[in-house]
C-alpha cells in the first residue's frame, strides 16, 4: 500500500474567500469547482510529508499549513499589498528556511517557507 496524495480540507461557509489568498496571491490554479468546495493547486510533484509538532520553531505557535515556494520575499510583498498581515517573520532560520507567517481568510496560521 502506498499513500499517493494528502489533501488539506477547510471547513468554511464561504469557499469563494479562498480565491484572493491562495489563487491571486499564491498563483495555485482551481483544480476543481463545485460551489461547496474548491481545491486549489498545480502541476508540481511533491512528498507527501505530515508534520507534528510541539512548537513552530523559535518558540512560535504550530502552524497548520507549511507552503514551500520559491521566493518567499515575493510572497511577502504580495501578501501584504493583498492585507493579509504578517505575524511572524521574515526570519532566516537557523535550520535552513527563510519563512513568514501569515492567516489565511479562514484563520488558519500558514508557515510561507523557502529553502536556502
Do not use: C
Amino acid at each position: 500500500m502506498t499513500v499517493k496524495r494528502i489533501v488539506a480540507n477547510v471547513a468554511t461557509t464561504d469557499v469563494a474567500a479562498a480565491r484572493r489568498f491562495y489563487g491571486d496571491v499564491l498563483g495555485l490554479d482551481i483544480l476543481m469547482d463545485h460551489g461547496w468546495i474548491a481545491t486549489y493547486g498545480n502541476s508540481e510533484r511533491m512528498t507527501v510529508q505530515v508534520s507534528f509538532a510541539e512548537q513552530g520553531g523559535n518558540e512560535t505557535p504550530v502552524p497548520e499549513l507549511s507552503i514551500e515556494v520559491d521566493d518567499v520575499d515575493a510572497v511577502l510583498a504580495g501578501m501584504k499589498k493583498a492585507g493579509f498581515a504578517i505575524e511572524y517573520g521574515p526570519s532566516d532560520e537557523p535550520w535552513g528556511v527563510r519563512r513568514f507567517f501569515v492567516r489565511d481568510p479562514f484563520g488558519k496560521l500558514i508557515n510561507i517557507l523557502q529553502h536556502d
